[in-house]
């Protein structure tokens, strides 16, 4: 069994499409080669399946799923707003893993806008308490790595 995973948390953010998943899965993949187990998934797929575990009575158990893997990648957070209870259960997620395990989270909003993704100010500090906590921010800059090619009338992409 691999030594642990140092319990620090990478949210990954910046600007659109400038590498940020891409970064996350390189850094899943060298863990992977070390033995450590990996989660990835988007933040909007890990809330559908908690939201649907209160439905059938799975919740803990899919909160578990969640809560295992060596490291926990949860990728675009911040392109819609959550709904309350969906905001709950990102907290649940992180407070349970603060400091328990490793976290990557590819978000395209700063910490000051984290607020508008869970329309509550105290749940978003209360999660970014946890987040910065031990963690190593990386911000990208540049230009979108989808659109590098692209030519627009009148001008660059």
Known sequence: MPKAIPRCVLPLWKAFHNGKTHL???IAMKALLKG???LFTSVAQMLHQLNFGRADNSYYQKLDYYL???LLILDELGF???PRYS???FFEVIARRYETGSLIITTNKPFDKWGDIFTDTTMALAILDRVV???VVIQINGPSYRAKD??????EA
Do not use: E, F, N, V
């Not at 692209?150 to 001008?155: F, N, P, Q, V």
């Open 24 to 26: 996350a899965i390189g």
């Open 87 to 89: 905001a709950d259960d």
């Open 68 to 70: 295992k893997p060596d």
């Open 80 to 82: 819609k707003k959550l």
């Open 133 to 135: 906590h031990h963690s």
């Open 150 to 155: 692209l030519k627009m009338k009148g001008g």
């Open 36 to 38: 450590y187990k990996i």
